[in-house]
């Protein structure tokens, strides 16, 4: 399966200079960006949901998104793949 969003940060996956995160096996992935994941592994493994939301809005903030929209954008993280059976 493949999504058009990081199933980790939500970035789309069409807007990752790497064209996706890299599986163990030197493959692409289709489910994560290159900035959440490499080589088959979480660069931040610790990272919880809550904090990857204020990363990625002070992310947003930081490329010029008003605090509206960069709230708009992360609110769903929780939400998606990586986070769905952790709390």
């Known amino acids: 399966m493949s999504y058009k ?23 692409k992935s289709t489910m994560y960006c290159s900035y959440c994941y490499e080589n088959g592994k979480f660069k931040q493994p610790d990272i919880t949901a809550k904090e990857m939301q204020t990363f990625v809005k002070a992310k947003l903030k930081e490329m ?22 952790t709390k």
Do not use: H, T, V, Y
């Open 5 to 27: 969003n990081c199933q980790s940060c939500s970035m789309p996956l069409k807007k990752d200079p790497a064209g996706g995160g890299s599986n163990a096996d030197g493959s």
């Open 64 to 85: 010029g998104f008003p605090g509206f929209l960069a709230s708009f954008f992360s609110m769903g993280i929780p939400r998606l793949e990586r986070w769905k059976n």
